[in-house]
């Protein structure tokens, strides 16, 4: 399991490193001032090393660059990173597609602080700050499929860059209004979510590429830190019945936590055609959360191998509404298969958190009568506790066959105490 870890983190570096790489030669060349006449020769060079780093897999275009007085400052415009679409059908067949596959389209890059005599005479690339702006990146994450033949290990990314490339050091890199999709896909016939942040904000600390930091377990994408931003973000359900959206979301990731800020979730259509798409009786969700947050949050098992991992998901003030209309008609259909647990097993995801804690929630639900054509309701409000143990993964379920809820409640005047417990084999 270590083995593989590593491999799928070497690969993750690797193709996150490209543009990284791609920049830093284009700044020797820029700094030495020979723009115009060694540009073809940058073309050809910065082709070998995205085809030899990637397997073939992109290739890239590159706009024009201008270097300031003294090249302590570099502009870079219109570069865009692309798939090759026949070596992206060879590799799949093959079976050595990395987990991640992405495109970029990149309107400028300016650098900073940048050091000439380190590039000159020690081949090191040395600057203060890069911002990346009007960047459009999608990421679409990649099928494993498991085979029993023994692959090479790809190359990390400083033997990429050597013996060219010494050292890389970067104070900081900000990426500024980014538009970024990142696509759950597992199979091309498979209609899954499409996740698309808007003006996203990335924050990378503390860069640093030499022959010892890609075993660096303290550090992501070479970086010491990792702190991502956005502001909004708005998304329907792949059936299309319901829509999604926060107002804010923060990830830090040498904190390892998330915070979410007013998380929506609320049906798309109308109740009406609700039940003609259900075609019977079935609960409708309407779900309000004030603040959620994450952790001891897995990114990179989240992004790489879908697997949500987290210690405590705590949830601010939810407000949880269920609606059932039971003039819809019966529901006949076999229940077998649907009940919570069995549902947690077949999820999409990969699923490992310790607990979810629940402070001052709301819990209503609401039924319309296939006789009286009424609805009537029941509430329990000021509901807190926590709920351990939530996971479909086996070596976790035989140590704790057990999901119990352990809440408290108000039900009208009165205080409530549930237990609930759920046998999750």
Aim: glycine content about 4%; charged content about 25%.
């Amino acid at each position: 399991m270590e083995n593989k870890t590593t491999s799928k983190r070497k690969k993750l570096l690797l193709i996150i490193g490209i543009p990284v790489l791609i920049i830093a030669i284009i700044l020797m060349a820029a700094s030495a001032g020979l723009n115009t006449f060694l540009k073809p020769s940058i073309k050809r060079a910065l082709s070998k090393l995205v085809v030899d780093g990637s397997d073939s897999l992109y290739t890239f275009s590159l706009g024009d660059y201008t270097v300031g007085m003294g090249g302590h400052t570099v502009i870079i415009n219109n570069l865009n990173i692309q798939v090759d679409s026949n070596r992206y059908y060879l590799l799949k067949a093959a079976n050595q597609l990395p987990p991640l596959i992405f495109s970029i389209k990149l309107d400028r890059a300016s650098v900073t602080g940048l050091s000439p005599w380190e590039l000159w005479r020690h081949k090191n690339i040395y600057c203060n700050s890069i911002v990346l702006a009007g960047s459009v990146v999608s990421l679409q994450q990649q099928k494993e499929v498991k085979d029993t033949v023994k692959r090479k290990e790809p190359k990390t990314l400083y033997e990429a860059i050597k013996p060219d490339i010494n050292e890389i050091k970067i104070g900081n890199i900000d990426v500024r209004n980014s538009d970024i999709t990142f696509k759950t896909l597992q199979e091309e016939t498979e209609k899954k979510e499409s996740w698309h942040f808007e003006k996203m904000r990335i924050k990378l600390t503390e860069i640093k590429v030499d022959s010892l930091t890609h075993k660096d377990t303290t550090r992501i994408l070479y970086a010491a830190n990792l702190q991502t931003a956005f502001d909004s973000l708005r998304m329907k359900s792949t059936d299309g019945m319901y829509e999604y959206s926060v107002s804010k979301t923060e990830y830090d990731f040498k904190k390892r936590s998330v915070e979410i800020e007013k998380f929506r979730l609320k049906p798309a259509i109308s109740q009406q055609e609700f039940n003609k798409r259900k075609g019977h009786e079935a609960d409708r969700f309407t779900v309000n959360i004030q603040k959620i947050g994450i952790e001891n949050f897995n990114a990179s098992a989240f992004v790489i191998e879908s697997r949500v991992e987290a210690s405590v998901i705590n949830l601010s003030s939810p407000v949880i509404e269920l609606y059932k209309d039971k003039t819809a008609g019966p529901n006949n259909t076999n229940k077998m298969g649907k009940y919570p647990h069995q549902q947690l097993k077949k999820a999409d995801l990969s699923i490992d958190i310790d607990s979810i804690k629940i402070k001052d929630g709301k819990f209503t639900y609401t039924e319309k009568s296939a006789k009286t054509l009424m609805d009537g309701s029941f509430k329990f409000t000021n509901v807190n506790g926590h709920i351990p143990n939530i996971t479909n993964q086996a070596v976790d379920i035989e140590k704790n066959h057990w999901c119990k809820a352990d809440l408290t409640a108000s039900f009208f005047p009165a205080q409530w105490d549930p237990k609930l417990g759920i046998h999750v084999t």
